[in-house]
């Protein structure tokens, strides 16, 4: 039973386009989202967090939007670059514990084509 | 500042054999955790380590196991390998428990 997912295994996105990367969560006690980038044979990469006091986190070209009430956040890229061609997996937690135990979705490969 | 390094990075080993798979935190980081990434299953967490203690465990049997030194470095072990073991192992550290967490480049094993 998968507690947060990530319906759309691949996206495709023209150069200096936006990206919308999606995630849904089933578990109300996620109080903390992240993102993490990976490129192959690298570790994840963190991007960005949101908490759920918040619905919305901007860093640069990258910001998240969290929908409580749908059980939904996304991952926006402005404008979209070929080096942010990756792979790209939405996480959560319940933050009154730990950090540690990430549960993370299956990930969503963005190819952004110059 | 170094990141969180793995070691080895490639292992291949044949069932029922054993292996330990090391990991090096940020310095000053003191909790680490442990995932397996398979194209089936995806990234699921093993278990975390602060303070030498383990402090929560996934849903994995018990031939695997881990502990962390007083230096904060941290190792996995699993026993009897199995071809479903077969996975991307990948450790990640923070500053204390509920901090952000940052991945190591991930050990390689394939079990034959």
């Known amino acids: ?114 | 500042k170094a990141g969180v390094t793995q070691t080895p990075r490639y292992l291949i080993k044949t069932r029922g054999q054993q292996v330990t798979l090391s990991c090096s935190p940020i310095s000053g980081h003191r909790s680490v955790s442990w995932y397996q990434q398979t194209p089936g299953q995806g990234l699921q967490f093993l278990f975390e380590y602060f303070s030498e203690t383990q402090r929560n465990k996934g849903n994995f049997p018990g031939r695997f196991s881990g502990r962390q030194f007083s230096n904060s470095r941290s190792e996995m072990n699993v026993s009897t390998l199995e071809l479903g073991d077969s996975a991307l192992y990948l450790c990640a550290s923070s500053l204390d428990m509920r901090e952000t967490q940052y991945f190591g480049p991930g050990t390689r094993l394939l079990v034959l």
């Open chain 1, 1 to 114: 039973d998968q507690q947060v997912k990530q319906n759309s295994p691949s996206l495709s996105v023209q150069e200096g386009r936006i990206s919308i990367l999606n995630c849904d969560y089933t578990n109300s006690m996620f109080d903390y989202f992240l993102w993490y980038k990976k490129y192959p044979a690298e570790g994840p990469t963190f991007l960005i967090s949101i908490s759920s006091i918040k619905d919305k986190n901007e860093d640069g070209r990258f910001t998240v939007f969290l929908n409580k009430s749908a059980k939904h956040l996304s991952l926006h890229i402005v404008p979209s670059q070929p080096g942010d061609s990756a792979v790209y997996f939405c996480a959560a937690s319940a933050r009154g514990g730990s950090q540690g135990n990430l549960i993370f979705g299956k990930g969503t490969k963005l190819s952004v084509k110059p």
